[in-house]
Every structure is written in C-alpha cells, then in structure tokens.
C-alpha cells in the first residue's frame, strides 16, 4: 500500500506581500480546485502569527503519484504565476505519512 504524502511549503513574501500572495490564490480560487484533484487529501494556507510576509502550505496527497499529477495541471501555471510576483524564496519539505 503506498503511502501518503505530507508537504510543507514555506513562502517568504515580498516585503508587505503575504496577504496579498492569499487574496490572489483565493482570487483565483485555486485552493477549492486543488482540493477537487484526485488524491488531494489537504491543502490548507497558513498566515504565521509574527510575519505578514510568511505563509505556510500544508498539503496532503493520497500518494506521491497524485501529488506528481497535481504539479502537471494547468491551474498550476496560474499559481506560479502568482508566486513569481509576490514571492522571494520557498522552502519545502516532504514527509511519507
């Protein structure tokens, strides 16, 4: 049985960008269509407590496989479009679940 797939995905914002970064994801309404892909179990934004300008990702895939085929949507290009503009650098981390 394969196993799920738990990403954490830290965004660093341009400076005074963070809640902007959010309002163009929801403007868009990508999380409710990632949440409709296949194998999608979670994907839920974050704004931390102590800095406007960072967000925290956590998304959760049934298996890496669907995890692979979400990067490979086209509204996926819409998101990097969004993160070219607003923000500075990611961090990821993937864990088996």
Not at 46 to 74: C, G, K, R
């Amino acid at each position: 049985m394969d196993q799920k797939l738990l990403i954490l995905v830290t965004y660093h914002a341009k400076p005074g960008r963070g809640r902007e970064f959010l309002r163009e994801i929801e403007k868009h309404g990508l999380r409710e269509t990632i949440l409709k892909e296949d194998g999608c179990l979670r994907y839920d934004y974050y704004l931390a407590s102590d800095n406007d300008d960072t967000v925290l990702l956590v998304e959760q895939w049934q298996t890496p496989a669907h995890q692979s085929a979400h990067m490979a949507q086209a509204h996926m290009k819409t998101l990097l479009e969004i993160k070219d503009r607003e923000i500075l650098s990611t961090d990821v981390q993937k864990y088996l679940v």
